[in-house]
């Protein structure tokens, strides 16, 4: 069986369109051209069938699909290889389609199975680490605040708890000021007391490491303080993870790495933002600062539950110019593993809503100097980056094989119907609605209007269309 690309890319397309409703996929799409008509068919039981008009006459396909994520895996009858592709929806009946070859194609829905109703609440989510797999039809996310110095606001969803959050470290129990130039942020967000489903952003700490020091080591030794920075040998990204999820984790067993990614984008990004420095550190002999990123995907079983967690950080070796390393940027999201993609676009919007107060930066700055604006400037500038990345690998088409990693989920990008800015967030969902406040709903339900919804009635929402190319 040989089969044309455009006609692979709709079957891709109709597959992908589970991610906002199974029940609009059941109909046909089209895919017309000057030398092209194609029609595929996408049946609830998993098959297609595609008939294709072309140049070498007229052609029928039949296979089955299987969808991961934002990835469809496609298998032809006949013993064909198979493939994969991803798409985006311009609206809920046209899709535009990039085939990994780099060919965008427009399909239109030329027919569908009715609607379902538009339902009285919204739905709610699964409880956590239930035994459903049941897709989450429906999402509230709120706009919230850092709960103890409003210093950022990020999405939530509607019922969960947050612990912990922004503090600052004293001098003098630290024995000196190398922990105190900001702000440190420990913020666990979850779903339920246990923390079944959740994410927590990790504070980074500077670590002395003498070892290229004038006079070696010293009498500063591992477990002590220097200038108020923990005496600590340098490691790498990799063992820092690892160690962090054992030390997050106690009750963890059966612990494994199922896959990592260097991440080369963010450390390339950190490079760019060290680049003056690093000029002025190579000028006077000194090894410039270097950087190492990493994400990770963990598994391991707690309380006789099956756990995946998502892991990622960036190591600072700054030891050529100041003896001392640091992990920044340090973020770690869990939740089942029966339930993980079914939970991760919320996780991921989780953590690229974050926006910063402008009042509270601006009085940290006061506070701290220069050099507290600097490491502020560099975490917003490295938040950018990472909603890029995804953008990066597909522009060149770069092979993408983990899905479910932190910084390559499925992204789109809206426009606020309040402000007419763009807003980068999940594709997951077919559908997307806004408020003033910057709540955000989700939902797969075309016909659901969260205007209707009595709980949500205080606020006018808006659908948020994707935004024009």
């Known amino acids: ?25 059941v109909g046909s799409w089209q895919y017309k051209d000057a030398q092209l008509n194609i029609v595929a068919d996408f049946l609830a039981d998993g098959t297609f069938r595609q008939f294709t008009v072309g140049p070498q006459g007229r052609q029928t396909f039949f296979g089955r699909y299987q969808l991961n994520g934002q990835t469809l895996y496609l298998q032809a009858d006949g013993g064909q290889p198979a493939v994969q592709a991803v798409c985006r929806f311009a609206d809920p009946d046209t899709a ?64 969960w708890t947050l612990e912990g959050g922004v503090f600052n470290v004293n001098p003098l129990q630290m024995n000196g000021p190398g922990n105190t130039t900001t702000p440190k942020c420990d913020l666990v967000v979850k779903a339920d007391a246990r923390g079944t489903v959740m994410l927590r952003w990790v504070p980074s700490w500077n ?51 199922v896959a990592e990614d260097p991440l080369p984008e963010v450390a390339a990004a950190y490079a760019r933002r060290a680049e003056l420095i690093n000029q002025n550190l190579q000028k006077l002999g000194l090894a410039p600062t270097r950087f190492e990123a990493l ?45 993980f993609e079914e939970w991760k676009p919320a996780l991921d919007t989780i953590r690229a809503s974050r926006q910063p107060n402008p009042q509270w930066v601006a009085a940290v700055t006061k506070a701290s100097g220069e050099r507290a604006k600097a490491a502020l400037e560099t975490q917003r500038y490295i938040a950018n980056v990472a909603n890029q990345i995804v953008e990066n690998r597909r522009r060149t088409h770069a092979e993408i094989r983990h899905e479910q990693w932190l910084f390559i989920s499925g992204q789109e990008e809206y426009t606020n119907p309040f402000n007419g ?49």
């Not at 989510?125 to 103890?148: D, H, N």
């Not at 990799?238 to 962090?244: D, G, I, K, P």
């Open 1 to 25: 069986m040989r089969y044309a690309a455009p006609g692979l890319v709709l079957l891709f397309l109709l597959a992908a369109s589970t991610a906002f409703s199974n029940t609009a996929l």
């Open 96 to 159: 535009v389609v990039t085939y990994t070859s780099g060919e965008t194609l427009t399909w239109t829905r030329i027919s569908a199975q009715k609607p379902s109703p538009a339902p009285t609440k919204p739905s709610e989510p699964p409880r956590a680490g239930g035994a459903s797999t049941k897709t989450i039809k429906t999402l509230m996310m709120q706009r919230t605040w850092e709960p103890r110095e409003q210093a950022f606001s990020f999405l939530l969803p509607q019922g």
């Open 207 to 257: 670590y002395a490491d003498l070892s290229l020091a004038p006079t070696g080591w010293g009498t500063f030794r591992p477990g002590m303080h220097y200038q108020g920075m923990p005496v600590r040998p340098i490691i790498g990204a990799r063992q820092f993870l690892t160690e962090l999820i054992k030390s997050m984790r106690p009750q963890a067993a059966d612990i494994k790495i």
């Open 295 to 339: 994400a990770l995907v963990i598994e391991y079983r707690e309380a006789g539950e099956h756990f995946r967690e998502v892991l990622s950080t960036t190591i600072a070796d700054a030891r050529g110019g100041a003896f001392m390393w640091s992990n920044d940027d340090t973020i770690a999201f869990r939740a089942p593993v029966s339930r």
């Open 421 to 469: 800015q763009a807003e980068r967030d999940t594709s997951y969902y077919g559908y997307r609605w806004v408020n003033n406040q910057g709540d955000v709903v989700y939902t797969d339900e075309n016909s659901f209007d969260p205007n209707t919804i009595e709980e949500y009635k205080t606020r006018e929402w808006k659908r948020t269309p994707i935004r024009a190319r």
